[in-house]
């Protein structure tokens, strides 16, 4: 079982720090029979040394090429690029954070032709409905959402509104209206809560709205989403943050760009749900804070992969969540007898050796192509 880690790509979208496994991770892989080869400089946006990948006794290869085609299970963090697609050999399994719901349709038709495994971190899911892969990533962004915006809120640099997130004696606090409780959300509204802010709170889902009023001890206000309700909210809020997300499906749009019409001048709109597709009307994917961008005088902040800034943290987070399954998948010397092992796992895969295995994928009026529980459980 050979397991390839390429470097991540650098593009004018978006710029990618962190790598598919920390060399903690690569020593726990070969210490169980696995062969890895990790192409040269891959870790060095996250501080991991070629020498250290070393040492945890992987090969260093010196073009992206090889670490595809040398390896059966392909372990990334961002989607490949289009030429990369071509560097994959047939039948192997890619893993990462592929967001195939929303991605172009010549990526899912090159993987089809390819008959590639694809197994997508978003969307491995416990029967709980708990995304284990992505839950540590949700955390960290959630965690630097007030820093973010407390930036984008000064006057100098972005021309915001010029305020203060938490505030003085006298002076009122800054409003905060986050959409969604799920991990990110409520992780944002805890930090937001920690600088002052006054923070409220939506989502659909009483459960989590209870869970978020009782961990922050009654520090938010609580509130059912209805569409009249956050079109008033939005009119009064200095930051509004958009955390919903669908797993394997596009972000449902729930703010129009009426409503963003509405908002008060150099407010700041964080729409962390950008990597599916973005729940604002006016939302398009910003790789950096400095291409912030304006609309109608509020400003949006639109970066599908924040983690990577913080890309060593995040690697060894995004290891320790992945470390369950690549070690499943090393011990039985098989993808489809860990998939069998692991239903979380199964519910990860997008396309099964080129197969389509999830709904989300198929163009209208197509049928799926493959049943994977049922064809695993006849295996």
């Known amino acids: 079982m050979i397991i390839g880690i390429p470097k991540e790509a650098h593009t004018k979208a978006m710029e990618e720090h962190r790598v598919g496994l920390s060399p903690g991770g690569v020593a726990d892989l070969v210490a169980l029979g696995a062969q890895v080869v990790v192409e040269r400089g891959a870790g060095e946006g996250a501080g991991f040394s070629d020498e250290e990948y070393r040492r945890a006794g992987a090969q260093i290869v010196y073009t992206t090429e090889e670490a595809y085609r040398r390896a059966d299970v392909v372990v990334k963090v961002q989607r490949p690029r289009p030429e990369e697609l071509a560097y994959l050999r047939e039948g192997t399994t890619l ?18 032709a390819r008959k590639i495994t694809a197994i997508g971190y978003e969307v491995i899911q416990r029967q709980d409905g708990t995304l284990p ?66 923070v409220l709170l ?67 709109i ?59 998948i090393v011990e039985e010397r098989s993808v489809d007898r860990a998939l069998q092992h692991h239903r979380d796992l199964m519910a990860g895969v997008y396309l099964y050796q080129g197969k389509i295995t999830k709904s989300t994928l198929l163009e209208e009026g197509q049928d799926l192509e493959l049943d994977l529980q049922a064809h695993l459980g006849e295996a």
């Open 133 to 198: 892969v992505l839950k540590p990533m949700s955390m960290i962004a959630g965690r630097m959402a007030a820093q973010i915006a407390g930036r984008l809120l000064e006057k100098p640099r972005h021309h915001g509104r010029g305020v203060l997130l938490g505030s003085i004696p006298g002076l009122t606090p800054a409003d905060v209206v986050i959409v969604g409780a799920g991990t990110l959300g409520f992780q944002a509204a805890r930090t937001f809560v920690g600088v002052g802010a006054h």
């Open 202 to 268: 939506m989502d659909k889902n009483p459960d989590r709205l209870e869970h978020a009023c009782e961990s922050l001890a009654g520090r938010i206000i609580t509130m059912i989403y209805k569409k009249p309700a956050l079109e008033r909210l939005v009119k009064f809020a200095d930051v509004l943050v958009l955390a919903v997300l669908s797993p394997g499906k596009r972000a449902p749009i729930l703010v129009t760009e009426e409503m963003v019409k509405t908002m008060k001048p150099g407010s700041v």
């Open 95 to 112: 893993m990462g954070f592929l967001h195939l719901a929303v991605a172009p349709r010549e990526v899912v038709e090159q993987l089809r």
């Open 270 to 328: 964080l729409d962390f749900s950008v990597d599916q597709g973005g729940a604002a009307e006016t939302t398009r994917v910003t790789p950096t804070e400095d291409q912030v961008y304006r609309v109608h005088d509020v400003l949006h902040f639109a970066v599908p992969n924040v983690p990577s800034w913080v890309a060593r943290t995040s690697t060894h987070a995004l290891t320790n969540a992945l470390l369950p399954y690549l070690r499943k």
